[in-house]
């Protein structure tokens, strides 16, 4: 039975994985508030998750986060149950440039948000946490009990969230979180309406290489070829997006009568080099896509790879999407949208 009677705020939800859980969260019934800046995302977005979903969102503002009148002007608005939070800056080498930024909008943007939530009564959230804060991994693949070894700002600032988000589930009764550490989500919606559209040129290597697919950048740079790894290049757990919005959901659902905080890494449980994706990229798109090795980039670190079992045990969901259903989904996106979301669908 389709839920009717819950409404989630989801900020960021016109980001990647914002836009795409927006949609699971419309197909299963929620109504769906939604605030973003837009720093990494266009308004553009909302027409086509409405499209894919069959469904209309309940609102959207385009709100800093930090903006504390005007978060506390929708959580007014609004009879607000839970929260999704995606919103926050999220790479790694824009993160090691600009670290003053990652903390006050990572970190100065989850507090604004909480303290409005406190403020509300509002207890139950999903927080939008990543595998970056192993840092250099000693063993993979990793478990959430592996130790948290930021090694860049952008990392550091979702580990100082999630020790935040920890301390307030046991200093205050009620509060509910679940803190989701994704590895690396990539992909895009299989109708071609929904995909990755970062702002400038994408930072992320998936977006980074269906753009050099498309003709539209010259050749990818490989960030080293001198890690620990089968072939030299990085090694990460690809997670398709649709997983990981399938994922948001469950967590979502298995927040009530659960209080606490609890923490899940996302993850296919297997991992893929930079040079591996690229041949899957080429056979996804049939297109050559140049290629150099450059030096690494910093911050990076060589694998990262998860161990998904406790999503599994505690939800009873694994992703189920492969490395090559992403490659598919990312190429149909970039074909049918040259120029990101300015396309009309
Ligand atoms: C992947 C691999 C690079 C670009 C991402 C998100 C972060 C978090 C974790 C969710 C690495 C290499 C990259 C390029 C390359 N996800 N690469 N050339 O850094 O693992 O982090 O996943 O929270 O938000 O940013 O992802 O795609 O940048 O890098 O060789 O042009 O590809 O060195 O090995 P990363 P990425």
Same mark, same amino acid.
């Given at each position: 039975?389709?839920?009717?009677?819950?409404?989630?705020?989801?900020?960021?939800?016109?980001?990647?994985?914002?836009?795409?859980?927006?949609?699971?969260?419309?197909?299963?019934?929620?109504?769906?508030?939604?605030?973003?800046?837009?720093?990494?995302?266009?308004?553009?977005?909302?027409?086509?998750?409405?499209?894919?979903?069959?469904?209309?969102?309940?609102?959207?503002?385009?709100?800093?986060?930090?903006?504390?009148?005007?978060?506390?002007?929708?959580?007014?608005?609004?009879?607000?149950?839970?929260?999704?939070?995606?919103?926050?800056?999220?790479?790694?080498?824009?993160?090691?440039?600009?670290?003053?930024? /990652?903390?006050?909008?990572?970190?100065? %943007?989850?507090?604004?948000?909480?303290? +409005? *939530?406190?403020?509300?009564?509002? !207890? =139950? $959230?999903?927080?939008?946490?990543?595998?970056?804060?192993?840092?250099?991994?000693?063993?993979?693949?990793?478990?959430?009990?592996?130790?948290?070894?930021?090694?860049?700002?952008?990392?550091?600032?979702?580990?100082?969230?999630?020790?935040?988000?920890?301390?307030?589930?046991?200093?205050?009764?009620?509060?509910?979180?679940?803190?989701?550490?994704?590895?690396?989500?990539?992909?895009?919606?299989?109708?071609?309406?929904?995909?990755?559209?970062?702002?400038?040129?994408?930072?992320?290597?998936?977006?980074?290489?269906?753009?050099?697919?498309?003709?539209?950048?010259?050749?990818?740079?490989?960030?080293?070829?001198? /890690?620990?790894?089968?072939?030299?290049? %990085?090694?990460?757990?690809?997670?398709? +997006? *649709?997983?990981?919005?399938?994922? !948001? =959901? $469950?967590?979502?659902?298995?927040?009530?009568?659960?209080?606490?905080?609890?923490?899940?890494?996302?993850?296919?449980?297997?991992?893929?080099?930079?040079?591996?994706?690229?041949?899957?990229?080429?056979?996804?798109?049939?297109?050559?896509?140049?290629?150099?090795?450059?030096?690494?980039?910093?911050?990076?670190?060589?694998?990262?790879?998860?161990?998904?079992?406790?999503?599994?045990?505690?939800?009873?969901?694994?992703?189920?999407?492969?490395?090559?259903?992403?490659?598919?989904?990312?190429?149909?996106?970039?074909?049918?949208?040259?120029?990101?979301?300015?396309?009309?669908?």
């Amino acid at each position: 039975m389709p839920r009717t009677l819950s409404t989630a705020l989801v900020t960021g939800g016109a980001g990647f994985i914002g836009s795409h859980t927006c949609v699971e969260l419309l197909e299963h019934g929620y109504e769906v508030i939604v605030v973003d800046d837009h720093s990494n995302s266009s308004p553009e977005v909302f027409a086509r998750t409405e499209k894919v979903a069959g469904r209309c969102l309940g609102a959207v503002y385009r709100i800093d986060l930090r903006d504390r009148d005007a978060l506390n002007a929708v959580f007014n608005r609004h009879p607000i149950d839970v929260v999704v939070h995606f919103a926050g800056k999220k790479e790694v080498a824009e993160s090691v440039r600009t670290p003053v930024e /990652y903390y006050d909008v990572n970190v100065g %943007g989850t507090l604004t948000l909480l303290s +409005v *939530m406190q403020e509300h009564g509002i !207890h =139950r $959230l999903v927080f939008s946490s990543s595998c970056s804060i192993y840092g250099e991994a000693d063993r993979i693949p990793l478990t959430e009990a592996d130790p948290a070894r930021p090694t860049n700002p952008y990392a550091a600032s979702k580990w100082t969230c999630e020790q935040i988000l920890a301390d307030v589930c046991r200093r205050r009764d009620g509060w509910a979180v679940m803190s989701l550490r994704y590895f690396n989500p990539a992909g895009a919606h299989p109708s071609g309406l929904l995909g990755e559209v970062p702002r400038g040129a994408p930072g992320n290597v998936m977006p980074y290489m269906a753009q050099v697919a498309a003709g539209r950048l010259d050749r990818l740079n490989v960030f080293g070829g001198d /890690y620990a790894t089968s072939d030299g290049t %990085g090694i990460r757990d690809y997670i398709h +997006v *649709m997983d990981v919005a399938e994922a !948001h =959901r $469950l967590a979502l659902e298995h927040l009530a009568g659960r209080p606490g905080m609890r923490v899940f890494n996302l993850g296919l449980g297997s991992g893929t080099s930079v040079l591996e994706l690229l041949a899957a990229f080429r056979r996804a798109s049939g297109r050559p896509i140049p290629y150099r090795i450059v030096p690494r980039r910093p911050g990076d670190v060589g694998a990262l790879v998860a161990d998904p079992t406790a999503a599994a045990r505690a939800w009873g969901w694994r992703a189920t999407r492969d490395v090559a259903a992403m490659c598919q989904d990312a190429w149909r996106f970039t074909r049918l949208n040259p120029a990101g979301y300015a396309d009309r669908p």
